[in-house]
């Protein structure tokens, strides 16, 4: 079946320490992106790829990092200096940026310890 | 800047018609798309509109105005598992290129 899957479904940070949430899919879609959803606030962007070992910063990037070395996979890295890393995050991808419908993964839920 | 405005939350009957409205001022447009999304899962994609009028799809059916800044998701013969919050996104341009920006959702609860 074609999809989206993220990896793990929940993830446990310690104070200080890096973790990186992974997104594959099989869609053969250029373009991938990281939402993060807050309670009582809509999707936010994090970064976008729209070709492989390309991304570009989203609305609020700060304490992020992505990668593109292939197609399929697009993890995100959130960095000790995400203050509050706490949110349920989304990986999604498209034909294209800016063209047709984004379809979503499960998502994975951080929570810090 | 983007905004858009739905309402928080809204109650409806099994079996009755609910319209779920959506307005937005951005900077630019290229199309509204409406999601609906259960606790805990992923969004799942419901409709697109970029040219004003009515989309309909089974029980669901999308409408926008582009002159006004509007559109709504109306859904019909409600059914328990109708029971989600649904997302009013806008693609407009952004952050170097075309984006979505989020509505933060409209929580429906479907009762008996």
């Known amino acids: 079946d074609g999809g989206i899957t993220q990896s793990p479904k929940y993830l446990f940070r310690k104070e200080g320490q890096n973790v990186t949430l992974s997104c594959e899919q099989n869609l053969n879609h250029d373009a991938m992106y990281w939402y993060r959803q807050d309670p009582g606030q809509g999707l936010r962007l994090i970064y976008y790829s729209q070709i492989v070992n390309d991304f570009q910063k989203g609305d609020i990037a700060e304490g992020y990092s992505v990668s593109r070395e292939k197609k399929e996979s697009f993890p995100l890295t959130v960095t000790s200096a995400q203050k509050n890393p706490t949110a349920f995050y989304l990986c999604a991808s498209s034909i294209g940026v800016g063209k047709e419908t984004q379809y979503f993964g499960p998502g994975t839920r951080l929570l810090v310890l | 800047g983007q905004n858009i405005d739905q309402p928080t939350e809204m109650t409806a009957t099994e079996g009755a018609i609910v319209q779920i409205n959506c307005t937005y001022q951005t900077s630019g447009f290229n199309g509204l798309f409406w999601y609906q999304q259960h606790a805990g899962e992923a969004p799942t994609f419901l409709s697109y509109?970029?040219?004003?009028g009515l989309e309909e799809k089974g029980r669901f059916s999308s409408f926008l105005s582009r002159s006004k800044g509007y559109s709504y998701l109306l859904l019909k013969e409600l059914q328990m598992k109708d029971s989600a919050s649904y997302l009013c996104?806008?693609?407009?341009?952004?952050?170097?290129?075309?984006?979505?920006?989020f509505g933060k959702g409209t929580k429906l609860s479907v009762i008996p």
């Open positions: 996104a806008v693609r407009a341009p952004g952050a170097g290129s075309y984006q979505l920006t």
């Open positions: 509109n970029v040219l004003d």
